[in-house]
């Protein structure tokens, strides 16, 4: 709000950009405080009602609805999910696998994270700077289970290079 009263965000649609200073150019508008209250509901539930995120805001009913509606719209909100309790449905054991792109292959380094992230039990891909190239959170029943995967399935890919994996002992905090 005090950006945009400053002249520093632009109000608008976000496939155009307005220039509002000399020193900077902001694509879109900054989420306000209303919207990032109502997120944080969302977040804790995908599964609240407006009537609850409302109450639980003091945000009036219909606009915690507008709100949601626009936020969908703009793609702030991408989608709504589940986070499941992965001891539940068979896969209690987390890794972090890091891993080196070799060229050469005939596939790109995103034609390999792509490939990557369609992997049973491969449950994100990034692409990352640093000594690796890509980092990949992967889950399974076990470290075994986890090993056969990284070694019968995810180094046989087009590209991989090296990699090194590394077990989660415990997760303390994990947002979705």
């Known amino acids: ?12 649609t976000p496939d155009s950009c307005q220039c509002l200073s000399r020193h900077r150019c902001v694509v879109g508008s900054v989420l306000d405080e209303k919207d990032r209250l109502i997120l944080r509901e969302l977040r804790e539930s995908s599964k609240k009602t407006t009537k609850e995120i409302a109450e639980n805001t003091g ?32 896969e209690p054991t987390t890794a972090f696998v890091f891993i080196s792109y070799s060229g050469g292959s005939g ?48 180094r046989e890919l087009p590209g991989v290079g090296r990699t090194v994996t590394c077990a989660v002992f415990k997760t303390v905090k994990e947002e979705t």
């Open 59 to 90: 945000i009036p009913r219909t606009t915690v609805h507008d709100r949601i509606h626009k936020m969908e719209q703009s793609g702030t909100i991408r989608r709504f999910t589940v986070v499941p309790n992965y001891e539940q449905i068979g």
């Open 1 to 12: 709000m005090a950006l945009r009263r400053r002249g520093l965000v632009s109000t608008s």
């Open 107 to 154: 596939a790109n380094q995103r034609e390999l994270a792509d490939q990557l992230a369609k992997l049973e039990g491969v449950y994100e891909v990034h692409m990352i700077s640093g000594d690796w190239d890509i980092l990949a959170k992967v889950r399974g029943e076990n470290v075994e289970r986890i090993g056969e995967l990284v070694t019968e399935r995810l």
